[in-house]
């Protein structure tokens, strides 16, 4: 008897964790319509800030936040005038520094940061998010200063 307890407690011990973190299997239809779903529920004006111009004109306006979301290092080699450095992937442990009140614009080198970056914080709650998918190679183009260093 105590064989057969122990052989039942040694095959229950190798088989709970697949039963426990397998997940339950998602349709293609069903995963399908969740991401129809997502991407129909983006905002008009998803990256608002299109012109080196506009962003410009924001930052004369004050009030907002602009966040590289490029490594320290990149930040430190030049980043846009009064922007603040937080990483993309310390964007989630640093919540406390973005705003949900006024505008917050990401940027990074090319775009495709700030892209994951706004999604990500859009799909956390924040609303007043945009991209500036000029990025800061659009920003140097343009003739406009930046700064070196934190």
């Known amino acids: 008897m105590r064989k057969i307890l122990l052989l039942f407690v040694l095959i229950w011990l190798l088989i709970s964790p697949v039963l ?3 997940p339950l299997p998602v349709s293609a239809e069903n995963f399908n319509s969740e991401i129809t779903h997502f991407l129909e529920e983006i ?3 998803y990256y608002a800030v299109i012109k080196t111009e506009d962003l410009q004109t924001l930052r ?6 602009i966040i590289d979301v490029r490594e320290p290092a990149e930040y430190a080699s030049g980043h846009i005038p009064d922007a603040i450095n937080i990483p993309l992937r310390s964007l989630t442990q ?3 520094k973005i705003p949900k009140d006024i505008p917050v614009i990401l940027y990074c080198t090319t775009g495709y940061r700030t892209a ?3 999604m990500a ?3 956390l709650g924040y ?3 945009s991209g500036f998918p000029p990025s800061i190679q659009g920003w ?3 003739g406009n200063p930046v700064e070196i260093g934190f």
């Open 20 to 22: 426990l973190f397998n």
């Open 43 to 45: 905002p008009p004006g």
């Open 60 to 65: 004369q306006q004050g009030n907002l936040v």
């Open 94 to 96: 640093n919540l406390d």
């Open 116 to 118: 994951m970056g706004v």
């Open 121 to 123: 914080l859009e799909l």
């Open 127 to 129: 609303d007043n998010i």
């Open 140 to 142: 140097k183009a343009a």
